[in-house]
């Protein structure tokens, strides 16, 4: 079974950046469909906010846009995400994740906090 691992989260100040890591353990990673995911509060639903596909093409949701970049690299079973210009409202849990209707488990996620 796939192993997923996310990292790099932290805290910021508004208009900063960050970059999270995600590491597949396991076969299969460089088919797949690839997205990062944010889980903002409890009752909200975990929001696909970009995907890859093992390509390279990326698709992002409107509220990001424009700051966040995704990328993958297969040979090393990762995908990022560059976030710039962060505001408030992208505080959240972020996983990885496949974009399916079968996911692997969901790892532990990284906490992305971003002050006014």
């Known amino acids: 079974q796939v192993q997923l691992v996310e990292s790099g989260g932290g805290l910021v100040q508004a208009g900063g950046s960050l970059r999270l890591s995600c590491v597949a353990s396991?076969?299969?990673?460089?088919?797949?469909?690839m997205g990062w995911y944010r889980h903002q509060a409890p009752g909200k639903q975990r929001e696909l906010v970009a995907?890859?596909?093992?390509?390279?093409?990326?698709n992002y949701a409107d509220s990001v846009k424009g700051r966040f970049t995704i990328s993958r690299d297969n040979a090393k079973n990762t995908v990022y995400l560059q976030m710039n210009s962060l505001k408030p409202e992208d505080t959240a849990v972020y996983y990885c994740n496949r974009v399916s209707t079968v996911k692997y488990f969901w790892g532990q996620g990284t906490q992305v906090t971003v002050s006014s």
């Open positions: 396991g076969g299969g990673f460089s088919i797949n469909v």
């Open positions: 995907s890859i596909t093992s390509g390279g093409s990326t």
